[in-house]
Nanobody, 115 residues
Framework: QVQLAESGGGLVQPGGSLRLSCTFS????????MGWYRQAPGKQRELVANILRGDSVIYGDPVKGRFTISRDNAKAMVYLQMNSLKPEDTAVYYC?????????WGQGTQVTVSS
């Protein structure tokens, strides 16, 4: 059973930066498409970024040019570097792992952007 554990969330001022980390365990990391999603209060969960097995990346439109996703296959970790944060980036951020019909989620980490 895959387990995902996010860390790195917190409170940051507008214009600031945060780096989220996700630790993967329980299967072969390199098989999985890894991603970050977020959900703000009263809104649907939305894609932040995906990184495919060959390191191709896909970003949601609201974060393009500000966020960077990366993965370390040796450490079985995925990261999300968030720069130029805006109040509208406030949400719970979830790590996701997908492979064939398998789809796993972490518990989420809160990111709050506020002055």
């Amino acid at each position: 059973q895959v387990q995902l554990a996010e860390s790195g969330g917190g409170l940051v001022q507008p214009g600031g930066s945060l780096r989220l980390s996700c630790t993967f365990s329980g299967s072969i990391f390199g098989r999985y498409v890894m991603g970050w999603y977020r959900q703000a209060p009263g809104k649907q969960r939305e894609l932040v970024a995906n990184i495919l097995r060959g390191d191709s990346v896909i970003y949601g439109d609201p974060v393009k040019g500000r966020f960077t996703i990366s993965r370390d296959n040796a450490k079985a970790m995925v990261y999300l570097q968030m720069n130029s944060l805006k109040p509208e980036d406030t949400a719970v951020y979830y790590c996701n792992a997908r492979w064939t019909s398998y789809n796993f989620w972490g518990q989420g980490t809160q990111v709050t952007v506020s002055s």
